[in-house]
């Protein structure tokens, strides 16, 4: 069974999240910020795939996607965000990203999506 | 110096309206545009999320506000009002930031506060826009937008090049 970390800094959309991939058969494990989810990531190393948002105070996603570059902390990894700039889809790729999913979050897309970017 | 600029704040109003309508209605609540706002109960307690942006010669906030229904119904699972209404103004500047990007301004979004009160009010500098009001089934929501621009500001013309993904899907590198 896999486990994903979520990184959102809101508490009802990791819920949200959370039970969507719970539903799915996957395991979690949550940070509300860009460096809790570093910290979680060096705690954790079983963990397969990490779910990000953009905008979240301390660290955003982007800044930790590319701090987990340095840190060799990589993972497969899905935005998932309410923002569609070019430039930060750009960041996101170049910083390993697999996917970005819009916002709002559809538990079906968000499911097969997890899915996709395990491989 | 910026200043307010009465038709760039109607058009990112416009944007703004529309997409509160979409995110509203993505999570199973329709939104009516109430033209007359004189049955509103202003004394009634709103839930309010304020979110700043900032961008080359463009600043401003949106406000987001409603009755406590229209943030139940929405919320995907049980979660805290202040969490969900912080959540949906930040989609919702999300998707302004977006189309503002589409029409060639870049901005950089703070973190929303959240508010609940009764007669909460936004005050206008005029000529500005009032809050735009929405009836839903048994609520209503608010939006509003205060904008101040810097000499030469544009918004260039609409895109009619699609998204990366619509709201709600997903794309792969």
Request: with cysteine; charged share 25%.
């Amino acid at each position: 069974m896999s486990k994903i970390l979520i990184v959102d800094d809101s508490e009802t959309m990791r819920r949200h999240v959370r039970t969507t991939l719970a539903d799915a058969g996957y395991t979690t494990c949550e940070a509300s910020d860009g460096i809790e989810g570093l910290r979680v990531l060096q705690q954790q190393r079983d963990v397969s795939a990490v779910i990000l948002d953009v905008n979240m105070p301390r660290m955003s996603g982007l800044d930790m996607l590319e701090k987990m570059l340095v840190l060799q902390l990589s993972r497969p990894a899905l935005v998932v965000t309410s923002e569609a700039d070019p430039e930060l889809i750009s960041r996101a790729r170049a910083a390993g990203a697999k996917g970005w999913l819009v916002k709002p979050v559809k538990p079906a897309v968000l499911a097969s999506a997890v899915r996709k970017i395990l491989g | 110096m910026y200043r307010h600029n009465p038709d760039i704040t109607r058009e990112v109003d416009g944007i703004a309206k529309n997409a509160c309508r979409l995110i509203f209605e993505a999570y199973g609540v329709e939104l009516t545009l109430l033209e007359d706002q004189s049955a509103l109960d202003h004394a009634a307690t709103l839930f309010c999320g304020v979110l700043g942006f900032t961008g080359p010669a463009i600043r401003g906030s949106i406000l987001l506000a409603g009755s406590r229904r229209p943030f139940e119904e929405t919320c995907p699972v049980e979660g805290t009002i202040r969490d969900w209404v912080g959540e949906l103004t930040n989609q919702l500047v999300g998707k302004l930031k977006a189309k503002l990007v589409e029409r060639g301004v870049q901005v950089a979004l703070g973190i929303p506060v959240v508010l609940q009160g009764e007669h909460i009010a936004p005050l206008p500098r005029p000529p500005s826009l009032a809050p735009t009001a929405f009836a839903t089934r048994d609520g209503c929501v608010l939006v509003w937008v205060d904008i101040e621009t810097g000499h030469g500001f544009k918004l260039k013309p609409g895109s009619e090049s699609a998204p990366p993904a619509d709201d709600g899907e997903a794309f792969f590198f």
